[in-house]
């Protein structure tokens, strides 16, 4: 299997791609997840929302490339665990997947900024910590502050998107129809950690029943709902970075995601978290779109 990952990785532009994306541009019944992971000591939350339309942050960076969109669609996460909160957004192309720009800020245990611009060829980073009394102040007027460039292969197959994304795809993969006990499986390329990954996304053939253990806000709950397995596991391309550098919502490596086909949402997502070891994040609450 291992084998057969690398080789996918390495000819990244060249792999068959057997499980397609859902309706191009389609947008959740969702609009905001709560999320908990609980473990001995650790004890975290974390809040996904989707906007299918939001205005990206103002950019003068990656000369000579396209002009960016005025609006995409948004994915905003906001965590608390080990006494640092973090907030996240990235702005995508909900078609093609390709990321745009993602900024991050952590505050607590750890105080840092990061802002990502994907390019042509390259990716364009600023990241920034507070010198000394600046730790109260807002992450802007911080003075420690240094560029970034990241390369970025030339074959991908596919636009360079980012994890967070993946928390939208399994959902719209989930609904799609699949022949009884068929395998499917994609790959797409990500950058995580200041690497390059292909990650491919197999779905289990076997559906589960069950009834929902979260609660529902915005619109009707089902009785029952179909649970659709993917394994996400990340490779290196080219060699570089190690599949240990891929994280969603703080978890790391090769992650498994169940998601609620009826609702296109994962409901439990599990994964290596240091220094807790293998833990399952749980939904804990939905809120939909209902009629808006």
Known sequence: MERELRAAAAGLAVLAVTLPVAAAGSEPPWQRLEFRAKKLFLSADAAV?????????ADDGC????????????????SSMLGRRSLSSLWFDPETLKAHIR??????????????AFCRGRIEAERATPNAGEASLPAGEWTHRYPQVHDVPADL?????????????????????VEPGAAAHRTIPVFSNRQVLAVRIDRDPEVVRAVPGF????????????LVRFTLTPVAIGGEG?????????LEGAIEIVVARELQLPVSISGRLPPAGRVNV????AELRGNQ
Not at 215 to 226: F, M
């Open 103 to 116: 900024v991050q800020e952590d505050r607590g245990s750890r105080n840092r900024y990061k802002r990502y």
């Open 215 to 226: 609660s529902i806000a915005g619109g009707p709950s089902p009785e029952k709902l179909t």
């Open 157 to 177: 197959a596919a636009p360079l998107s980012e994890p967070s994304v993946l928390l939208h795809l399994v959902g719209r993969l989930a609904a799609l129809t």
């Open 282 to 285: 749980r939904l804990r609450h």
């Open 63 to 78: 000369a000579g490339r396209p002009a960016l969109p005025v609006s995409a669609a948004r994915i905003r996460i906001e």
């Open 242 to 250: 190690s599949a240990e550098d891929f994280e969603l919502l703080g």
């Open 49 to 57: 929302e989707f906007e299918a339309s939001s205005a990206l942050p």
